[in-house]
């Protein structure tokens, strides 16, 4: 059984800090590019950062415009795990950030976690 549970969210002041960690098991987790999307109240989803496993070389990553030099993906393949540093943290990255496993033609889903940045 795919199951991605999201952890880490919760209530932080701007320019705060949070790391956001998805666990994935039920599928061959290094073989899928791993991303993070983030929606915003009454917005549609967008894609945060992806992050894919390059074998015998660094981990390709790409950035939103709006989180680089903010934001850091990192994967643990040995852990089945993703995560997301999140650092300088505004108000506008208030959302619900979800995991997402994409390869071999699936795409699963993570429940999601709520990041809220408020003072």
């Known amino acids: 059984q795919v199951q991605l549970v999201e952890s880490g969210g919760g209530l932080v002041q701007p320019g705060g800090s949070l790391r956001l960690s998805c666990a994935a098991s039920g599928f061959a987790f290094r073989l899928y590019v791993m991303k993070w999307y983030a929606q915003a109240p009454g917005k549609e989803r967008e894609l945060v950062a992806a992050?894919?496993?390059?074998?015998?070389?660094?981990?390709?990553?790409n950035y939103a415009d709006s989180v680089k030099g903010r934001f850091t993906a990192s994967r643990d393949n040995a852990k089945n795990t993703v995560y997301l540093q999140m650092n300088s943290l505004k108000p506008e990255d208030t959302a619900v950030y979800y995991c997402?496993?994409?390869?071999?033609?699936?795409?699963?889903w993570g429940k999601g976690t709520l990041v809220t940045v408020s003072s």
């Open positions: 992050i894919t496993s390059v074998a015998g070389s660094t981990d390709y990553v």
């Open positions: 997402n496993a994409h390869g071999l033609g699936r795409d699963y």
